[in-house]
Structures are given as C-alpha cells and as structure tokens.
C-alpha cells in the first residue's frame, strides 16, 4: 500500500510539471528557457550539465564529479554586452554536475554576438499588429564533453511568450500551460549541428495590458450601473417622500376644517 501510495504521488508531480508527466521523465542535459518581453527586453536561463555545456557551447569547466567548480569564472563566461549575471546555483544529478544561470537580457536580438548563444541568430520584428519572434540553432561549438552519452539526453528551448499567439512551429502539444512554447532536440542531433527552427508570432499587445485594461472596464460599468441604480434609488424614494407630504398635507387641510 505504502509502495502504491508512493508510486501515485510521483505520477501527480509530474502531471503538475508545466511538460506534463512525459516532460518529468526526460533527460534534459541543456535548456535555454526564456521569458520574453514585447519590448525585446527578456529574462533567460541557462540549466546545463557541464559536460553537455563543455560540448556544446565550447567551455573549458571541469566537467568531474568532485570538481569544484567557481561561480565568478562561469558568471563571466554568460556575462557579455548587455547581459548580466543575476544568479547563478549548482545541481547535481547521475553524477554529473549542473549549473543553473539566471541572466538579464537588454536585447535578444543582440544575443548572437555572445559566445554562449553565438550558434543562434535571432530576429525580433513587428508587422502590423504582430511580433515576430525567429531563433535558428545552429552548429555546436564540438567541445569535449568527458563522459560517455547514454542516447536518451535532450535539449530544450523554451520561450514564455507575453502574450497571445496565433502561429508557432512548436508542434502539437504547445501551448503549454503558462503561455510556453518548447522545442526539443535530441542531444545527439543538437551536438551534430541539426538546425532547430524556433518560430513563434504574437500579438503586440501583452496579456497583462489586456487583463488590466478588462478590469478596468469591468470596474468602470460596475461603477456606472452602481450610480445608476443609486439615482434610481433616490428618484423613487424623493417621489415617495412628496407623495407622502401632499398626502400629509390635504389630511391636515381637512382636520383643519
């Protein structure tokens, strides 16, 4: 029972992953996950084993178990013109080592010129009342990952979109809960330079924008079908009251004779 018990928990965390259960299960060895802005402006991680960071982008860091690894050296090789450092922690999982960075983004469209996300080009344009954001992945940068690949490693990109989207190539399980788009490799097709076309079109309005522009509607009619019903209010209750005093008034006329 106890075993039963256990096995039900898992299956409910991981149908409460934003991927679903199957996400759960993967092997992810790099994720690029982005929260983009309409103004170009974004927040971006980086969740990347050492090896598969060493293979990939072509960094040098110690890729052994029991390395010690220094955060100032791997802030500075993300760090680069208009992207900053924000955080930056350390996982460990089948024995390998993973970092995790949190960078502030000026500008994705000049994340190309960096040496971390040089393999991609990026291109960030408005036509009429859409955005249009296009990444393409290109080659890895064939560094040397130290370890042996088991083949059942992905890479992921994932892009928190801000607002509505009426186009994107992500495929049939997006969108995600959240508003995320994912595009998946397999580390195998992702070290042998496979380009991954990353396409999305959003509305260049944003959902908060719209969220707070229906609220405020919402709280303006509320607020005029309040002022209405109180001026129906006091109109019936003002007839009510001079109804009562020319009633008043004609049973006093009367006494009075």
Known sequence: MRLRALLVLVLMAAAACGGGGADFFKQYEYEEETYLSLDGTATLYVNASISALNALRGSTFDARPEAALDKGTIAAFFTGPGIRV????????????????????????????????????????????????????????????????????????????????????????????????????????????????????????????RTLALFGITMVVVAMLFGAILWWVVRVKGRQALASGKVGGAGQAKVAK
């Open 86 to 209: 924000t955080r930056l922690t350390f996982s460990r999982r089948n024995r390998r080592n993973y970092v995790h960075v949190r960078m502030d983004v000026d500008d994705v469209r000049t994340l190309s010129a960096t040496g971390p996300f040089g393999w991609s080009t990026y291109r960030f344009t408005r036509d009429a009342d859409l955005m249009y954001y296009r990444q393409t992945v290109g080659a890895a940068a064939g560094g040397t990952a130290g370890i042996p690949w088991t083949g059942d490693e992905v890479v992921a990109f994932r892009i928190h979109v801000p607002s509505k989207v009426p186009y994107h190539n992500a495929g049939a399980d997006n969108l995600k809960r959240g508003n995320i788009l994912v595009w998946e490799q397999s580390l195998a097709d992702r070290l042998a330079g496979t380009p991954l076309e990353i396409d999305a079109r959003m509305e260049s309005q944003s959902i908060l924008y």
